[in-house]
T-cell receptor, first 109, second 110 residues
């Protein structure tokens, strides 16, 4: 199956700093999503981005499908951005996605 | 709010018991997937249901089984519970390639 590697595993920032999270995957995919998992376990959809670039407020994401990686950018980080960020990919059927192990982000005031 | 609801939110069982978890998918979504998330790891795909039939399974033993009903809601059943089954169980529905998750059911096996 597809292997998904996220880096870094842990990231600690001061409020206001910028960060870049990376997701590498081992095979071509037609589905890629970024999620933020809150402290209660809920997976919040950030981006559905199998290719290209998208922006939503302070967050943006870029997927270079031909090189099998995706990047999530967080600018002017806030304490509420803390949590675990997951990348999930699938070849065809999104319901059978493979997740990375996540990046745990801690934003300090 | 994803429109995917799960119950119960928390439950405690003992080894050897059986558990049933429930999921109502987002309106109009006819595909439901179940994932297991152990502490400190990413979610792992258990199986998917489409039009009441199992449509793919991950690396989980047969004691993990499921159902999908005509209204597209779904159940996950786990028999002969083991300590390692302690995890967050997530249900997701999908539409046009995008997954939408419920809040999960946190199972503790003692």
């Amino acid at each position: 199956g597809i292997q998904v590697e996220q880096s870094p595993p842990d990231l600690i920032l001061q409020e206001g700093a910028n960060s870049t999270l990376r997701c590498n995957f081992s095979d071509s995919v037609n589905n890629l999503q970024w999620f933020h998992q809150n402290p209660w376990g809920q997976l919040i959809n950030l981006f559905y981005i199998p290719s290209g670039t998208k922006q939503n407020g302070r967050l943006s994401a870029t997927t270079v499908a031909t090189e099998r990686y995706s990047l999530l950018y967080i600018s002017s980080s806030q304490t509420t951005d803390s949590g675990v960020y997951f990348c999930a990919v699938a070849r065809t059927n999104a319901g059978k996605s493979t997740f990375g192990d996540g990046t745990t982000l801690t934003v300090k005031p | 709010e994803t429109g995917v609801t799960q119950s119960p939110t928390h439950l405690i069982k003992t080894r050897g018991q059986q558990v049933t978890l429930r999921c109502s998918s987002q309106s109009g979504h006819n595909t439901v997937s179940w994932y297991q998330q152990a502490l400190g790891q990413g979610p792992q795909f258990i199986f998917q249901y489409y039009r009441e039939e199992e449509n793919g399974r991950g690396n989980f033993p047969p004691r993990f089984s499921g159902l999908q009903f005509p209204n597209y809601s779904s159940e996950l059943n786990v028999n002969a519970l083991e300590l390692d089954d302690s995890a967050l169980y997530l249900c997701a529905s999908s539409l046009d390639g995008e997954l939408f998750f419920g809040e999960g059911s946190r199972l503790t096996v003692l």
